[in-house]
């Protein structure tokens, strides 16, 4: 089992910023994938960002590029995604996730271990 506990949401004004982390524990994880998803109510699961954790590769999604960036932390066990000029249809509920069937991917049925998600709201 892999553990995932998501932080660092919380509210801002468009235009501003956040980092969300994800602390990833459990059992050896090297050579999985890892990614953020996002859900609104109502709505499907989103893909936003993914990463190779072995390799640091990234995939973002196309309605984030340039604005959000996924990382990870080795030594601290750490998954990222710093989040810059949000906009209100970027708040949502954000999940981090975790496959150890791929080394990145884009499909939440792909992903194996979701943690619980954190909260962000954007203002307008």
């Known amino acids: 089992q892999v553990q995932l506990v998501e932080s660092g949401g919380g509210s801002v004004q468009a235009g501003g910023s956040l980092r969300l982390s994800c602390a990833v524990s459990g059992r050896p994880f090297g050579t999985y994938g890892m990614g953020w998803f996002r859900q609104t109510p109502g709505k499907e699961r989103e893909f936003v960002a993914a990463?190779?954790?072995?390799?640091?590769?990234?995939n973002h999604a196309n309605s984030v590029k340039g604005r959000f960036t996924i990382s990870r932390d080795t030594a601290k066990n750490t998954l990222y995604l710093q989040m810059n000029s949000l906009k209100p249809e970027d708040a949502a509920g954000y999940y981090c996730?975790?496959?150890?069937?791929?080394?990145?991917?884009?499909?939440?049925?792909?992903?194996?271990?979701w943690g619980q998600g954190t909260q962000v709201t954007v203002s307008s």
């Open positions: 990463i190779s954790w072995s390799s640091g590769y990234t």
């Open positions: 996730a975790a496959t150890r069937r791929f080394n990145i991917a884009t499909l939440q049925d792909s992903y194996d271990y």
